[in-house]
């Protein structure tokens, strides 16, 4: 069974504009990923923000976390048609089964 | 450029066939992954392998879907016989995971698109 839940599970904004989605998870984390899969590929890691970090940026993707409320979000500013894809949100318990756990994805289409 | 890669990249077949899908990780990394992709369920997790041992195949139906590591460099997963609902990508990953450590990045492979008809 899926871990993450992602929202909303699609997206479409114009270029320029902000993009933000949403993960929820059930267990206690390690840590939280967010991969990207352009159509037909394979995903790709983007970034990843450990349970002790609230924040966290990386060029045009900004990662939170609320271990209190068990839910990330992905922020991906000034969007660009390139930015198209579906993103994961992944996790890892910190017991048990520790391989990554992926929610089930929000696809996202910029508009040029 | 190290990747992990794939064969076959795309599968069709009858029936009650074996498939064989292959998957060299990249040198070095100790973990392998097996992910399936589907619309419905989407990427559930097969099995993992920690140098070369399974850790893991509990997402995997076993009556069926057998997943090994000959060696480093390669790791299969094979469905005998196979049945129109394990039509599916099937992906590779790998990863340097160390002991006592969860959920370090993995990095994927193209997938295999098999269709069962």
């Known amino acids: 069974s899926q871990q993450g839940e992602e929202d909303p599970q699609a997206l479409s904004i114009q270029e320029g504009e902000n993009a933000t989605m949403n993960c929820s998870y059930k267990?206690?984390?390690?840590?939280l990923q967010w991969y990207r899969q352009n159509s037909g590929r394979g995903l790709v890691h983007l970034i990843l923000?450990?349970?002790?970090?609230r924040e966290k940026h990386s060029g045009r993707l900004r990662v939170t976390l609320d271990t209190s409320k068990k839910s990330s979000s992905l922020l991906i500013t000034a969007s660009r048609a390139a930015d198209t894809a579906s993103y994961f949100c992944?996790?890892?318990?910190?017991?048990?089964?520790?391989?990554?756990?992926f929610g089930s994805g929000t696809r996202l289409q910029v508009q040029p | 450029d190290a990747r992990v890669t794939q064969t076959p990249r795309h599968k069709v077949t009858e029936m009650g066939q074996e498939v064989t899908m292959r998957c060299q990780p990249i040198l070095g990394h100790n973990t392998v992954f097996w992910y399936r992709q589907t619309m419905m369920q989407g990427l559930e997790l097969l099995a993992y392998f920690r140098n070369r041992a399974p850790l893991d195949d509990s997402g995997m139906p076993k009556d069926r879907f057998s997943a090994e590591m000959p060696d480093a460099t390669l790791a299969t997963l094979k469905i005998q016989p196979s049945e129109p609902r394990d039509s599916a990508v099937y992906f590779c990953?790998?990863?340097?995971?160390?002991?006592?450590?969860?959920?370090?990045?993995?990095?994927f492979g193209e997938g295999s698109w098999l269709t069962v008809v």
């Open positions: 990953a790998s990863g340097l995971v160390f002991l006592g450590a969860a959920g370090n990045t993995i990095y």
């Open positions: 923000i450990r349970s002790n970090e």
């Open positions: 992944a996790t890892a318990g910190d017991t048990g089964r520790r391989a990554l756990t």
């Open positions: 267990t206690s984390i390690n840590n």
